[in-house]
């Protein structure tokens, strides 16, 4: 049977050319049900509060880098989004006097412009947010060699190769309105895709790279960190893949209800619970990864009744 045409972007694939049975299994999930939804491989983690929450996120880092030794040097893949997790990082690492010297950090994405990452000059320079809100506000006797410091370019080489003898304890994400982890977006329908999307292990040989953005993830972008100026956002970024994610000893999203929606974060949340891989819906194909963890802010389950506004 053939798929349907997006209701959102008809040249792109996205969540809106799944199956109808499975919206509507999603959309009626109660915070209840939701939450039992954990499986061995499969972790859902609720806190009562935002400052626990990002807390424990931050604390992700900290019990991650205090894992590392000169020969066994340990990273953390980290997110944009959110980013509320950055500063209590460098409070964390000053506060228990933690040495980074052989510790690793990873951005997971950058946007690009004409073909090239944006600079640190950039207004949404992701590299300046992990700078700004949490490197450097560590004590310089603590803090992280620049080398260790790795940001993806247009020009991935570098960036994969530090990938290699370092052990990546936990790779951290949000979830983007298509549902995406990284800039891990569905594909436009062309070529090869046109008629169907690629399979979960197509999908998964991608690595970092350069990626056209779903129109859904730009305007996105424009609500959470624009003001909603669309014209502001890059049509292109650079992202962590799959095999750089499955490389990860973790995968740690983390849902605080800002930036997916209710019916998002029950429509991946059931999809890798039962082991449906699709890559229209990108982060379902974490439902191979063996250790994947779902963190929830409670008052951010949300639900999925009409209501008028």
Same mark, same amino acid.
């Given at each position: 049977?053939?798929?349907?045409?997006?209701?959102?972007?008809?040249?792109?694939?996205?969540?809106?050319?799944?199956?109808?049975?499975?919206?509507?299994?999603?959309?009626?999930?109660?915070?209840? /049900?939701?939450?039992?939804?954990?499986?061995?491989?499969?972790?859902?983690?609720?806190?009562?509060?935002?400052?626990?929450?990002?807390?424990?996120?931050?604390?992700?880092?900290?019990?991650? *880098? $205090?894992?590392?030794?000169?020969?066994?040097?340990? #990273?953390?893949?980290?997110?944009? #989004?959110?980013?509320? !997790?950055?500063?209590?990082?460098?409070?964390?690492?000053?506060?228990?006097?933690?040495?980074?010297?052989?510790?690793?950090?990873?951005?997971?994405?950058?946007?690009?412009?004409?073909?090239?990452?944006?600079?640190?000059?950039?207004?949404?320079?992701?590299?300046?947010?992990?700078?700004? %809100?949490?490197?450097? /506000?560590?004590?310089?006797?603590?803090?992280?060699?620049?080398?260790?410091?790795?940001?993806?370019?247009?020009?991935?080489?570098?960036?994969?190769?530090? *990938?290699?003898?370092?052990?990546?304890?936990?790779? !951290?994400?949000?979830?983007?309105?298509?549902?995406? *982890?990284?800039?891990?977006?569905?594909?436009?329908? $062309?070529?090869?895709? @046109?008629?169907?999307?690629?399979?979960?292990?197509?999908?998964? $040989?991608?690595?970092?790279?350069?990626?056209?953005?779903?129109?859904?993830?730009?305007? !996105?972008?424009?609500?959470?960190?624009?003001? #909603?100026?669309?014209?502001?956002? =890059?049509?292109?970024?650079?992202?962590? #893949?799959?095999?750089?994610?499955? !490389?990860?000893? @973790?995968?740690?999203? *983390?849902?605080?209800?800002?930036?997916?929606? =209710?019916?998002?974060? /029950?429509?991946?949340?059931?999809?890798?619970?039962?082991?449906?891989?699709?890559?229209?819906?990108?982060?379902? %194909?974490?439902?191979?990864?063996?250790?994947?963890?779902?963190?929830?802010?409670?008052?951010?389950?949300?639900?999925?009744?009409? /209501?008028?506004?």
């Amino acid at each position: 049977m053939a798929r349907k045409i997006s209701s959102i972007a008809p040249d792109w694939w996205d969540y809106t050319t799944i199956d109808d049975d499975l919206v509507r299994d999603a959309a009626s999930l109660s915070p209840k /049900r939701l939450i039992g939804l954990s499986r061995p491989g499969f972790k859902i983690v609720v806190h009562d509060t935002l400052e626990e929450f990002y807390l424990a996120e931050a604390l992700e880092y900290i019990e991650s *880098w $205090k894992q590392s030794t000169p020969d066994n040097p340990v #990273g953390v893949c980290g997110p944009i #989004g959110p980013t509320e !997790q950055l500063p209590l990082v460098a409070r964390i690492v000053n506060a228990i006097g933690l040495n980074l010297c052989h510790s690793h950090f990873w951005g997971m994405d950058e946007w690009v412009l004409s073909g090239k990452a944006v600079p640190v000059s950039h207004p949404l320079s992701f590299e300046k947010t992990d700078r700004v %809100l949490c490197f450097n /506000r560590i004590e310089k006797k603590l803090a992280m060699p620049n080398s260790n410091l790795h940001f993806p370019k247009s020009d991935t080489t570098a960036f994969r190769k530090s *990938w290699e003898g370092i052990r990546c304890a936990v790779m !951290q994400g949000g979830q983007g309105d298509v549902k995406h *982890w990284a800039f891990n977006d569905p594909v436009r329908r $062309k070529g090869k895709f @046109k008629n169907q999307p690629p399979t979960p292990s197509e999908y998964r $040989k991608l690595a970092t790279r350069v990626v056209d953005l779903h129109p859904l993830t730009i305007t !996105q972008n424009a609500r959470t960190s624009g003001g #909603g100026n669309i014209s502001l956002v =890059p049509t292109q970024a650079v992202t962590v #893949g799959p095999v750089e994610t499955w !490389q990860s000893e @973790k995968v740690s999203i *983390w849902h605080a209800g800002h930036h997916d929606n =209710p019916f998002g974060m /029950r429509l991946t949340t059931l999809m890798i619970s039962k082991g449906i891989a699709d890559s229209a819906v990108p982060m379902s %194909l974490l439902a191979d990864h063996p250790n994947v963890q779902f963190n929830f802010f409670r008052g951010g389950l949300g639900e999925c009744a009409v /209501r008028m506004h």
